[in-house]
């Protein structure tokens, strides 16, 4: 079973470029989410999804689009990429309703040059 | 989001000692949950805290759910060194669905 899959590992982009950060699970989750981490801060919400065709802006948005087309994948995309955006990228997926535990992939290592 | 405060920062113990972490906030939550991230890995659930009072284990792991609903804490007893991580705090008022998280506590142990 492999839990929440994010794709690529690593990436380093030049300002200005933009890219999807790939996240599929397999837990047949409802609500998935999207996490930036920052060093020494906490983890904050970019953006979820309730359902497949629903999603809704979280803490920081700003610079980030979603979509939700099917249960087990919610790309993330950068349009214009800055260096503000360096960070580690976290997908999260868990059962509906508030409260519900997170399952949380590997994360995305992006670094915006 | 909802502020939670997490402490301390870090801790750098050694292996057999006992250890204790705290987050607290200004707001009530309905949950309460730890994790913890190795590095270069994702957050992993430890142990999930729903009523308030609330003490729960997982091995030689503790937790207990504030009484207030305001604050939580995480022991972890007879430390080895894989116990190395950063160990986060998160909650959540059932108002929304996204968790709020403390800032972690980096733990150090020494052989």
């Known amino acids: 079973n492999a839990g929440v899959t994010q794709t690529p590992k690593f990436r380093i982009l030049k300002i200005g470029q933009s890219m999807t950060l790939q996240c599929t699970q397999d837990m047949n989750h409802n609500y998935m989410y999207w996490y930036r981490q920052d060093p020494g801060m906490g983890l904050k919400l970019i953006y979820y999804s309730v359902g497949a065709g629903i999603t809704d802006k979280g803490e920081v948005p700003n610079g980030y689009n979603v979509s939700r087309s099917t249960t087990e994948d919610f790309p993330l995309r950068l349009e214009l990429a800055a260096p503000s955006q360096t960070s580690v990228y976290f997908c999260?997926?868990?059962?509906?309703?508030?409260?519900?535990?997170?399952?949380f992939g590997d994360g995305t290592r992006l670094s915006i040059l | 989001g909802q502020q939670l405060n997490q402490s301390p920062q870090s801790m750098f113990i050694q292996e057999g000692e006992d250890v204790s972490m705290n987050c607290t906030s200004s707001?009530?939550?309905?949950?309460w949950l730890w994790y913890k991230q190795d590095p270069g890995e994702g957050p992993v659930l430890l142990i999930a805290l729903y009523k308030a009072g609330e003490l729960t284990s997982n091995g030689r792991l503790t937790a207990q759910f504030g009484i207030t609903r305001k604050d939580s804490f995480l022991n972890i007893s007879a430390s080895i060194p894989s116990d190395v991580g950063i160990y986060f705090c998160?909650?959540?008022?059932?108002?929304?669905?996204?968790?709020?998280f403390g800032k972690g506590t980096s733990l150090l142990v020494t052989p």
């Open positions: 707001s009530i939550f309905n949950t």
């Open positions: 998160a909650a959540n008022s059932n108002s929304g669905y996204a968790l709020n």
């Open positions: 999260a997926s868990s059962p509906p309703g508030g409260g519900q535990p997170q399952h």
